[in-house]
């Protein structure tokens, strides 16, 4: 709330008073607010790397490019991070295209069934490698589902890739769709390391991480959640996660069946 006192004088009545303008600036000090904060990250986000970069380069440059081995590594550093800048750039375009919604939906009627088993089968390589097994599960009379397939396969995509990610060996993924009141239901539940209660609340904001430093050396960018996020309100649902710390965790997300209307046009 902005207050504004403007004191009145008014001669010959033997009077003053004041006027008192009461205004509602909270919601767009918060956006203007987290606008700078996401600059911030942003910046914070890129030059990490690139400072990364430059020192690497610069040790090779003063001679570690004459040792085979420490060569090789420093390369390799330079590999990873130049290919996280690569992933994190393209998150952000990304974002920012379902921000403007210059790209419209391309929705389809589309057998959920297809699109699970096709996420299950994009994982099963590295599922393995991981010994982790992936299932895939959907309830009896579940309708096709309005979506902009490439959409729902990134969402699904992020998704999976944190259960694999923040799991140990020898767990399990469940992909699973049902149909509830508001639509169909799609699960993705893993058996990993779970998030603790106070940092479930904030996990669907950009660049939030429960772990700063362990998350980043896993390559994520910190916005896998939010793209979802983004691209399930672009389809007119709902997410949410649930998780237990050391237990497992499990996001649950809702396509509506019936499309909104969008006015006469
Ligand atoms: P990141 O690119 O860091 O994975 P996300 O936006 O996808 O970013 O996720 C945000 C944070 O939420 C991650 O850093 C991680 O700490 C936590 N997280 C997301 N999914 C899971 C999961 N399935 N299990 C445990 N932690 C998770």
């Given at each position: 709330?902005?207050?504004?006192?403007?004191?009145?004088?008014?001669r010959g009545?033997?009077?003053?008073?004041?006027?008192?303008?009461l205004?509602?600036?909270?919601?767009?000090?918060?956006?203007?607010?987290?606008?700078?904060?996401?600059?911030?990250?942003v910046?914070?986000?890129?030059?990490?790397?690139l400072?990364?970069?430059?020192s690497?380069?610069?040790?090779?440059?003063?001679?570690?490019?004459?040792?085979?081995?420490?060569?090789?590594r420093?390369?390799?550093?330079?590999?990873?991070?130049?290919?996280?800048?690569?992933?994190?750039?393209?998150?952000?375009?990304?974002?920012?295209?379902?921000?403007?919604?210059?790209?419209?939906?391309?929705?389809?009627?589309?057998?959920?069934?297809?699109?699970?088993?096709?996420?299950?089968?994009?994982?099963?390589?590295?599922?393995?490698?991981k010994?982790?097994?992936?299932?895939?599960?959907?309830?009896?009379?579940?309708?096709?589902?309005?979506?902009?397939?490439?959409?729902?396969?990134?969402?699904?995509?992020?998704?999976?890739?944190?259960?694999?990610?923040?799991?140990?060996?020898?767990?399990s993924?469940?992909l699973?769709?049902?149909?509830?009141e508001?639509?169909?239901?799609?699960?993705?539940e893993?058996?990993?390391?779970?998030?603790?209660?106070?940092?479930i609340?904030?996990?669907?904001?950009?660049?939030?991480?429960?772990?700063?430093?362990?998350?980043?050396?896993?390559?994520?960018?910190?916005?896998g959640?939010?793209?979802?996020?983004?691209?399930?309100?672009?389809?007119?649902?709902d997410?949410?996660?649930?998780?237990?710390?050391?237990?497992?965790t499990?996001?649950?997300?809702?396509?509506?069946?019936?499309?909104?209307?969008?006015?006469?046009?």
């Amino acid at each position: 709330i902005r207050v504004t006192f403007t004191p009145v004088h008014r001669r010959g009545h033997g009077g003053t008073g004041t006027i008192i303008v009461l205004q509602d600036v909270t919601e767009q000090e918060e956006l203007e607010a987290s606008r700078r904060e996401f600059v911030a990250n942003v910046s914070h986000e890129l030059r990490t790397p690139l400072t990364t970069i430059k020192s690497y380069a610069e040790a090779l440059d003063d001679g570690a490019i004459e040792d085979p081995e420490l060569g090789g590594r420093f390369v390799g550093v330079i590999q990873n991070e130049t290919e996280r800048m690569i992933r994190l750039v393209t998150d952000l375009l990304h974002l920012s295209r379902l921000d403007s919604s210059e790209a419209p939906l391309r929705k389809q009627l589309t057998p959920i069934i297809d699109v699970l088993e096709e996420v299950a089968d994009r994982f099963s390589f590295q599922m393995q490698q991981k010994h982790m097994s992936i299932a895939v599960i959907v309830e009896r009379g579940v309708p096709e589902v309005p979506m902009d397939r490439d959409q729902i396969d990134q969402l699904l995509d992020n998704l999976v890739s944190n259960a694999l990610k923040y799991s140990n060996e020898g767990g399990s993924v469940t992909l699973a769709a049902s149909l509830v009141e508001k639509g169909v239901a799609i699960s993705v539940e893993d058996t990993g390391i779970g998030i603790p209660k106070k940092d479930i609340e904030r996990i669907f904001e950009r660049f939030y991480r429960v772990e700063k430093g362990r998350a980043r050396s896993m390559g994520g960018t910190g916005l896998g959640l939010s793209i979802a996020r983004e691209i399930v309100k672009a389809h007119g649902g709902d997410i949410e996660l649930e998780s237990e710390f050391g237990k497992g965790t499990r996001v649950t997300f809702i396509l509506p069946l019936v499309q909104e209307e969008r006015g006469y046009s």
